[in-house]
Nanobody
Framework: QVQLVESGGGLVQPGGSLRLSCAASGRIFGINVMGWYSQTPGKERELVASITNGGTTALADSVKGRFTISRDNAKSTVYLQMNNLKPEDTAVYYC??????????????WGKGTLVTVSS
């Protein structure tokens, strides 16, 4: 069974920084794209950032220049460095990964989410 476990959320003041981590565990035979999504009440999840296993990244326009995504393939972990946080970044952040599991098929897995609150 595959699990994604996020950590690093919390309360931060505007202009502050947080680093989110997401570790994949279980019977994993390969990981393709990993990413982070955000969701606020009443809205759909939106892609914040993604990274391929080769290191190619993509960022939402709203976070370019402030957020950085990276991954450690040896640890099956993806990170989201969030700098110069704004109140509008407040959301639950979900980790997402395309993983080859014991069925030998690539499937999309989600973490349970971690809350980021940006407020003074």
């Amino acid at each position: 069974q595959v699990q994604l476990v996020e950590s690093g959320g919390g309360l931060v003041q505007p202009g502050g920084s947080l680093r989110l981590s997401c570790a994949a565990s279980g019977r994993i035979f390969g990981i393709n794209v990993m990413g982070w999504y955000s969701q606020t009440p009443g809205k759909e999840r939106e892609l914040v950032a993604s990274i391929t296993n080769g290191g190619t990244t993509a960022l939402a326009d709203s976070v370019k220049g402030r957020f950085t995504i990276s991954r450690d393939n040896a640890k099956s972990t993806v990170y989201l460095q969030m700098n110069n946080l704004k109140p509008e970044d407040t959301a639950v952040y979900y980790c997402n990964a395309n993983i080859r599991d014991a069925t030998w098929m690539y499937k999309t897995y989600w973490g349970k989410g971690t809350l980021v609150t940006v407020s003074s």
